[in-house]
């Protein structure tokens, strides 16, 4: 067996190792885990460094509360979600939906008094194909944007 597949039967997965023969002409991988990070840390040396560029995550939104909505008053915000639009909706929402389990989506209210679909775009199409006047939805208030 190659010294690189015995690495990855620890369950860790390495770029190839070089592995050094000892006294006996063997070649020595030891045994465990730790052995292999000994390798691995000898080997990171000489891999070339990559640049990690760190992004901050988005603020959330707050949370106002979970209200009743009318299916009608949501708008499908396109480029945000036009993958899922062709998508069909799978029977099992369909059927949650009709007896009233969804979970709730996720919206934020805009200036003309309606609201904006954040996330739950196929729950709100179940909703809809099952001919539902409201959904349950998380009411989400955006935090003020910094200048």
Request: aromatic share 2%.
């Amino acid at each position: 067996m190659e010294a690189r597949d015995k690495v990855r039967s620890v369950g860790w997965t390495f770029p190839p190792l070089t592995v050094t023969p000892d006294a006996s002409g063997r070649l020595v991988l030891g045994k465990g885990k730790r052995a292999a990070a000994r390798l691995w840390a000898a080997q990171a040396e000489k891999l070339p460094s990559i640049p990690v560029v760190i992004r901050p995550v988005p603020p959330q939104g707050l949370i106002a509360g979970i209200a009743q909505i009318e299916v009608s008053r949501i708008r499908i915000v396109m480029p945000r979600h036009l993958r899922k639009l062709q998508k069909p909706v799978p029977v099992r929402l369909l059927n949650d939906a009709a007896v009233g389990r969804l979970r709730p989506i996720r919206v934020r209210r805009t200036a003309d008094g309606n609201y904006e679909l954040v996330d739950g775009l196929l729950r709100l199409r179940a909703a809809q194909e099952a001919g539902l006047p409201t959904i349950r939805a998380i009411v989400q208030i955006d935090p003020p944007r910094r200048v």
